[in-house]
C-alpha cells in the first residue's frame, strides 16, 4: 500500500486503495486479523428493501464461510436477525445440487440429467402450446431475483415461449403502491432517500411493522427522534415501533382510506395547507378537497374504531410541521382498495406541501429485495423494461426494435399471479414455468392456489431448496444462491446497489441466466439469449431502459463499485442519479404537476357476521422472510421462531400456548395463543411463513385490488375457538434420500410460540 496520505474526501481514492479494498477490506490502523488466507467479498443481503451492505467471509478453498457488517451508508455496519444469518443458505446441506424429475405427480422425484431436463421440459412445452394455443403456457418471476434475471424473465416469457402470460411474486408486495404512485406522479418509487428522515419534523408511518420487518431501517426513525421529530404509527398492532411513538392510531384494519380522508378533512378546516403549492404544483386538488368533507373526524370515528379526537391530533401534528414524511408498507397495500389508500396518503402529503424536500416528502417500503428494481424491467404482466406499457404502440415498437422481433411477435398484456391460478383451474393455462417465487405459502387461499396447480400438465420450478411449490412439480432446476451470481437490485429507496460472486456453485448448479439462456436456445431463439453472463445482460437492460423515467442507461458494474449504489433515473455515465425526486415539485407527468385522486372508503371484501365477528390480519416476524423457503432451514432462525401462532387479546380468555382453532370461510388452522394487550380485541393476527396445515394463507381471502389485482391479506373475517392440540409444523421439503436438517428442525415441535416479548402485555413463558 503507498505511503499516500489518504485524502479526507472518501470520494477521492489515492492509488492502490481500490485493489486494496477488493482483496479483502479498508485498513484499519492498529488492528490485525487474527485468521490468515481469508477473503472479506463486499456484498448485499439477499433479503429485504434495505439491502444492508457486508462482507461475506471465503475461505481458501473458495466457501463462504461467515459474514461481517459493512460500513455501507445504507446500514453503516448494522445487520438484523436474517442478514446475519444469511451466508449459511449458502453451502446449506438442503441445497438441490441435482435436476429432479418426474413425468407424473404420483412418483416420486428422481435426480437426472440437465440434458434429460431440459429436453423434457422444452418437449413439454412445444406440446402444451401446439395443442391449446402459446397462451397454454404461463412463466411467474419473483421480486428476489436480481434485476437481470428479472428482465430475462419478461424477455423469456415474450420471446422465447410468445405467451402473453407472464407475472412475478411481486403482484403480492409493492404493486398497490406503484398504481398509486404512477397515477400521482407518472413515476413508480419512493420520493426520498432513508437519510432525508433524519431531517424531518414529523414522521408518519402507516402499515408498516418497520422493527421486525426492516429492522436496519430503524436506525433512520431513531437518528429523526433524537433531532426531535415527532413519530406517528398507524397500525392495528402495536408492534415495537409504536409502542415509542407519540401517536400511535390503532384503526380496525382495512379503514385505512376512511382514516387519512378524515386528517385530510382536519387539515383543510384548520387552515394547515399549502394553497401556494397546490395552485402550482397539482391538479385535482378542488375534487380531493370536496371530497373530504363527508369524512368528519365523528363519523370516521366509528368506522376505524378510534378517537375522534386522535384523528385531530394527527392533523395537527402532521399539518403543522414544516417537514414532515409518510411512509408505508403492506399494511395498508394488501387491501382491495390499496391504490386508494396509498393514494389518499400522496393526498395528504401534496395537500400540505411536503414533496421534493429533504425531510419532506412520501415513500414506500419495499418488502423483498428487489421488490423496486423486480417491477422495472419487464416480469410484471402489463410492463416492459424501463416501466414502458405492453399496450402503448410507441413503447412496442421501441422494445421490439431492441429485442430484434416484429412488433407483431410481441404479445399483448397478461393477467396477475392469482388470476393465473384461476386460469389454472379452468384449463385456460396448462404449463408453467416458476422461478424464485413460492405460491403455495404466499398465495391467498391455498385450497385454490393447490387445485390450481394440480390442473398443470405440466410445471418447473427454478429454485436452491426445494420448496413446497417445487415439491409439487414436474422439473425442478437446482441454481444458484445470491452470493454465487453477481447482479443488481433496486432497494426501497430506487438505490442501485451490486451484488458480487463470492464462490463458485456447486457441482451441477447453475444460474438462472445459463438455464433461461439455454432453454430459450433450444426453443429456437437462442441468438436473442447469447449472453454470458449478468453483466452482458445488464448492458442490454441500460439500453432498453434509455430514455425512459426508469432510466438505467447511466448505472454501470464499474460506477457501482466506486460508489456503493446509484439511484435511478441515471440517463448519462456522467449523471450522479436522482436520490430525491419532485424538487421545485415537478413530477414525471407530462405536465409535471401531481395528479391529485379523489378516494371513497368502501369496507373490505370479506363480511362480518354473527359466525365471523373479528379480523384476521397477517404479516411477518423478524426471523423469518416471505415463505420461509429459506429461512426455516437457519438453525438460529428457527431456534428463535420455530412456529406461527395466533396473537389475540387478553379478554378473549385464553392464556398464552393454549391451542386456539382460527377459523375463516376458507379454512380452519390451530395454533398457540399469544395473548397480549398489543393488539385490538377485535383482531387476531397470524404471521404467513409456514405452509399448510398452520398457513396464514389457509385462511386469507382471494380478493384482489380491481386496479392493482393484489390480494386482500390485510383483513378478512374470522372467528377463534378453543381447541385440543396445535397443528403440526411440517418440516421444509427436502431432496429425495434426505431428511430435514435436524439441527435447523429441532425446535419446530415446540408447542408454544416464540420466546421473544412481541408487544405489551406479552405474557412471558415460565
Given at each position: 500500500m503507498s505511503a499516500e496520505r489518504v485524502p479526507l474526501d472518501p470520494s477521492i481514492a489515492p492509488s492502490g486503495t481500490r485493489k486494496f479494498r477488493d482483496a479483502g477490506g479498508l485498513p484499519a490502523a492498529g488492528w490485525r486479523a487474527d485468521q490468515t488466507e481469508q477473503t472479506l467479498v463486499p456484498t448485499h443481503c439477499c433479503f429485504c428493501g434495505v439491502q444492508c451492505g457486508m462482507y461475506l467471509r471465503v475461505d481458501t478453498h473458495g466457501k463462504v464461510f461467515g459474514v461481517e457488517p459493512r460500513n455501507h451508508d445504507i446500514n453503516r455496519m448494522r445487520l438484523c436477525p436474517k442478514g446475519i444469518n444469511a451466508y449459511q443458505q449458502v453451502n446449506?446441506?438442503?441445497?438441490?445440487?441435482?435436476?429432479?424429475?418426474?413425468?407424473?405427480?404420483?412418483?416420486?422425484?428422481?435426480?437426472?440429467?440437465?440434458?434429460?431436463?431440459?429436453?423434457?421440459?422444452?418437449?413439454?412445452?412445444?406440446?402444451?402450446?401446439?395443442?391449446?394455443?402459446?397462451?397454454?403456457?404461463?412463466?411467474?418471476?419473483?421480486?428476489?431475483?436480481?434485476?437481470?434475471?428479472?428482465?430475462?424473465?419478461?424477455?423469456?416469457?415474450?420471446?422465447?415461449?410468445?405467451?402473453?402470460?407472464?407475472?412475478?411474486?411481486?403482484?403480492?408486495?409493492?404493486?398497490?403502491?406503484?398504481?398509486?404512485?404512477?397515477?400521482?406522479?407518472?413515476?413508480?418509487?419512493?420520493?426520498?432517500?432513508?437519510?432525508d428522515i433524519l431531517q424531518t419534523e414529523c414522521l408518519l408511518i402507516a402499515g408498516s411493522n418497520v422493527g421486525e420487518c426492516f429492522p436496519v431501517m430503524t436506525q433512520y426513525v431513531w437518528g429523526a427522534r433524537d433531532r426531535g421529530a415527532s413519530l406517528i404509527v398507524v397500525d392495528p398492532r402495536e408492534t415495537a415501533i409504536a409502542r415509542t411513538a407519540d401517536i400511535h392510531v390503532a384503526l380496525k384494519s382495512g379503514t385505512d382510506a376512511a382514516f387519512f380522508n378524515a386528517v385530510l378533512n382536519v387539515i383543510v378546516d384548520e387552515g394547515l395547507t399549502d394553497e401556494a403549492f397546490l395552485e402550482a404544483h397539482t391538479t385535482g386538488w378542488a375534487e380531493v378537497k370536496q371530497s373530504v368533507k363527508e369524512y368528519t373526524p365523528a363519523r370516521v370515528a366509528e368506522i376505524c374504531g378510534v378517537p375522534a379526537e386522535q384523528i385531530?391530533?394527527?392533523?395537527?401534528?402532521?399539518?403543522?410541521?414544516?417537514?414532515?414524511?409518510?411512509?408505508?408498507?403492506?399494511?395498508?397495500?394488501?387491501?382491495?382498495?390499496?391504490?386508494?389508500?396509498?393514494?389518499?396518503?400522496?393526498?395528504?402529503?401534496?395537500?400540505?406541501?411536503?414533496?421534493?424536500?429533504?425531510?419532506?416528502?412520501?415513500?414506500?417500503?419495499?418488502?423483498?429485495?428487489?421488490?423496486?428494481?423486480?417491477?422495472?424491467?419487464?416480469?410484471?404482466?402489463?410492463?416492459?423494461?424501463?416501466?414502458?406499457?405492453?399496450?402503448?404502440?410507441?413503447?412496442?415498437?421501441?422494445?421490439?426494435?431492441?429485442?430484434?422481433?416484429?412488433?407483431?411477435?410481441?404479445?399483448?398484456?397478461?393477467?396477475?399471479?392469482?388470476?393465473?391460478?384461476?386460469?389454472?383451474?379452468?384449463?385456460?393455462?396448462?404449463?408453467?414455468?416458476?422461478?424464485?417465487?413460492?405460491?403455495?405459502?404466499?398465495?391467498p387461499n391455498y385450497a385454490v392456489v393447490k387445485s390450481g396447480y394440480d390442473e398443470l400438465e405440466f410445471h418447473a420450478q427454478f429454485?436452491?431448496?426445494?420448496?413446497?411449490?417445487?415439491?409439487?412439480?414436474?422439473?425442478?432446476?437446482?441454481?444458484?444462491?445470491?452470493?454465487?451470481?453477481?447482479?443488481?437490485m433496486a432497494n426501497a429507496e430506487a438505490r442501485v446497489v451490486k451484488h458480487n460472486k463470492a464462490q463458485e456453485p456447486p457441482a451441477g448448479v447453475h444460474t438462472d441466466t445459463w438455464v433461461l439462456c439455454e432453454l430459450a436456445r433450444r426453443l429456437g431463439v437462442g441468438e436473442k439469449f447469447a449472453f454470458e453472463g449478468s453483466k452482458e445482460v445488464f448492458d442490454e437492460l441500460r439500453r432498453a431502459s434509455a430514455g425512459t423515467v426508469i432510466d438505467y442507461y447511466g448505472i454501470t458494474y464499474e460506477r457501482l463499485e466506486e460508489t456503493g449504489g446509484i439511484a435511478w433515473p441515471c440517463p448519462s455515465l456522467d449523471h450522479p442519479g436522482t436520490p430525491r425526486l419532485f424538487e421545485g415539485g415537478t413530477t414525471a407527468h407530462p405536465d409535471g404537476k401531481v395528479h391529485m385522486q379523489v378516494v371513497e372508503w368502501h369496507p373490505p371484501a370479506d363480511p362480518y357476521d354473527d359466525e365471523y365477528p373479528m379480523t384476521l390480519t397477517t404479516g411477518r416476524t423478524v426471523a423469518h422472510f416471505l415463505s420461509g423457503n429459506q429461512t426455516r432451514r437457519l438453525g438460529a432462525l428457527v431456534e428463535q421462531t420455530p412456529r406461527p401462532w395466533v396473537e389475540v387479546h387478553p379478554s378473549h380468555g385464553f392464556r398464552t400456548g393454549d391451542p386456539v382453532r382460527v377459523v375463516t370461510r376458507r379454512g380452519t388452522s390451530v395454533l398457540p395463543a399469544l395473548v397480549t394487550e398489543a393488539i385490538r380485541a377485535d383482531h387476531v393476527f397470524v404471521p404467513y411463513h409456514w405452509p399448510y396445515p398452520v398457513a396464514a394463507n389457509a385462511l386469507t381471502i382471494d380478493a384482489l385490488d380491481p386496479r392493482s389485482k393484489i390480494p386482500e391479506y390485510k383483513v378478512c373475517a374470522v372467528r377463534i375457538e378453543r381447541a385440543e392440540a396445535v397443528d403440526e409444523v411440517p418440516a421444509p421439503p427436502t431432496p429425495?434420500?434426505?431428511?430435514?436438517?435436524?439441527?435447523?428442525?429441532?425446535?419446530?415441535?415446540?408447542?408454544?410460540?416464540?420466546?421473544?416479548?412481541?408487544?405489551?402485555?406479552?405474557?412471558?413463558?415460565?
Open positions: 446449506h446441506p438442503d441445497r438441490l445440487v441435482t435436476p429432479l424429475m418426474r413425468r407424473s405427480r404420483d412418483e416420486p422425484f428422481r435426480a437426472v440429467t440437465w440434458e434429460e431436463a431440459l429436453s423434457y421440459t422444452v418437449e413439454q412445452i412445444r406440446r402444451i402450446q401446439s395443442e391449446h394455443g402459446r397462451d397454454a403456457f404461463g412463466m411467474l418471476g419473483g421480486a428476489s431475483l436480481f434485476s437481470e434475471k428479472t428482465y430475462l424473465v419478461g424477455k423469456f416469457a415474450r420471446v422465447a415461449l410468445k405467451t402473453r402470460h407472464v407475472d412475478y411474486n411481486g403482484r403480492l408486495c409493492m404493486v398497490s403502491a406503484a398504481g398509486a404512485n404512477k397515477l400521482a406522479f407518472g413515476i413508480d418509487r419512493a420520493a426520498n432517500p432513508f437519510s385531530v391530533q394527527v392533523a395537527r401534528t402532521f399539518g403543522r410541521a414544516r417537514r414532515a414524511m409518510a411512509w408505508h408498507a403492506r399494511g395498508i397495500e394488501h387491501h382491495t382498495q390499496g391504490v386508494e389508500n396509498c393514494l389518499t396518503v400522496i393526498n395528504l402529503c401534496t395537500a400540505t406541501g411536503n414533496l421534493g424536500r429533504p425531510g419532506a416528502g412520501y415513500g414506500t417500503i419495499t418488502g423483498q429485495g428487489n421488490g423496486q428494481g423486480g417491477r422495472e424491467h419487464g416480469q410484471k404482466a402489463d410492463l416492459l423494461p424501463g416501466g414502458r406499457s405492453i399496450n402503448d404502440p410507441a413503447h412496442r415498437r421501441q422494445i421490439s426494435a431492441i429485442w430484434g422481433i416484429d412488433e407483431e411477435e410481441l404479445p399483448q398484456a397478461g393477467t396477475s399471479m392469482m388470476e393465473m391460478v384461476w386460469q389454472m383451474q379452468r384449463g385456460e393455462i396448462r404449463g408453467l414455468l416458476g422461478v424464485c417465487n413460492n405460491p403455495f405459502v404466499s398465495l429454485d436452491f431448496f426445494l420448496s413446497e411449490t417445487a415439491s409439487n412439480a414436474h422439473v425442478v432446476f437446482p441454481v444458484t444462491t445470491w452470493a454465487e451470481d453477481e447482479g443488481v429425495p434420500g434426505r431428511e430435514a436438517y435436524p439441527e435447523t428442525q429441532v425446535s419446530r415441535t415446540d408447542p408454544l410460540p416464540p420466546t421473544s416479548p412481541q408487544g405489551r402485555g406479552t405474557a412471558e413463558r415460565g
